[in-house]
């Protein structure tokens, strides 16, 4: 064999490892992974953790939500075992804004929680990182490290994070809450993980007529939320600041 | 300090007779509180780990668990600590934590050490709390 032909044959093995330009043995493992997986809009099975691919959102119709009904929020409070807020100082996940254009008097009510921003003000400022975002763009305090300063909650532009003031009992095993953490919105993260794609409080609002929450992958083209996202304007709170939040609302 | 001490021995005081030795033995002994009665679990007939592993290095185990679940998302896995109230909840007071007796308290109330997963996490399993429920 001449020294040509044997170089040629080293050449030829090479290709065969890198199996064709441009494709490496990562990507045929991670394209094995999306199709066990069940990835993409379907949630991650158990076991496999959140989706990179992912970005969950929300997307609400202020048109449809009604003034007075309060079904997302009761449905948070039972979901993540809140109980019923007496003081002022008690955990809210939602709140119900109610506006009132001053101009031309259309009130519209609105159901704000954690925006789950793609740049979150609270991740920034917390001095344990306590406050962080999840591969699938869920922004989730980890109480094990959360100290209490309360520094996101004074960050967040939607005033979304409660602190827990007193001891608390009889907790959700899917929801472990406690004193002294700062707690928000989780987007009901312990039914994503288990592959569910509905929140309570978007399943409670289609109960009870509205439809006004849609819930959703906004990073899957073929998903509910982002066709909607495309065809309907729709509008980010205090855009202004680009922290590009993963609520969006329609109709304000 | 020590080989100080048994050196200074022979010259102090008399050494105490051998009876006596023995008495003070038996009454340290009980003193002693016995070990701590630990509840069979009530599904599964083995644990996650064998047992020495799991009474050494258990909170290893959940703290590993606990940041691959809390960040990772990852859930279900074979350490998590909704799997070990699933099976060692009391049959009794459906809680590890409840009762002196109950699994966790059990243990720890003996080794004195305290601990503070069940301030946030439920001591039930999901099950009997859907029981309560109904």
Known sequence: MSRRAVLGAAVAALAGVALAPGIRLIEVARAADGADGAGGAAGPAAGKGADPKVRWGLLIDTTRCAEGCTACVDACNAENGLGTPSRPTDARWIRKVEIRELRTGRQASVPVMCQHCAEPPCVDVCPTGASFKRADGIVLVDRHSCIGCRYCMMACPYKARSFVHEPLHDQKPDVPRGKGCVESCTLCVHRIDRGEKLTACAEACSAAGHGAILFGDLNDPGSEISRRVREVRSRQLRADLNLDPGVRYEGL | ?134
Do not use: N
């Open chain 2, 1 to 134: 300090m020590r080989s100080m001490a048994r050196r200074r021995r022979p010259g102090g005081a008399p050494r105490s007779p051998g009876w006596l030795a023995l008495l003070a033995c038996l009454a340290v002994s009980t003193t002693l509180p016995a070990a701590p009665p630990v509840e069979r679990a009530l599904k599964g007939e083995r644990c996650v780990e064998d047992t020495a592993t799991m009474r050494r290095d258990h909170m290893r185990f959940l703290e590993h668990q606990r940041d691959a679940t809390v960040h990772g998302g990852i859930r279900g896995a074979r350490h998590s600590l909704k799997g070990c109230i699933d099976c060692h909840a009391s049959a009794r007071t459906g809680s590890v934590a409840q009762a002196p007796t109950d699994f966790c308290i059990s243990c720890h109330a003996y080794a004195a050490v305290k601990l503070d997963c069940f301030d946030c996490h439920s001591t039930r399993p999901a099950r009997a709390l859907a029981g309560v429920a109904k």
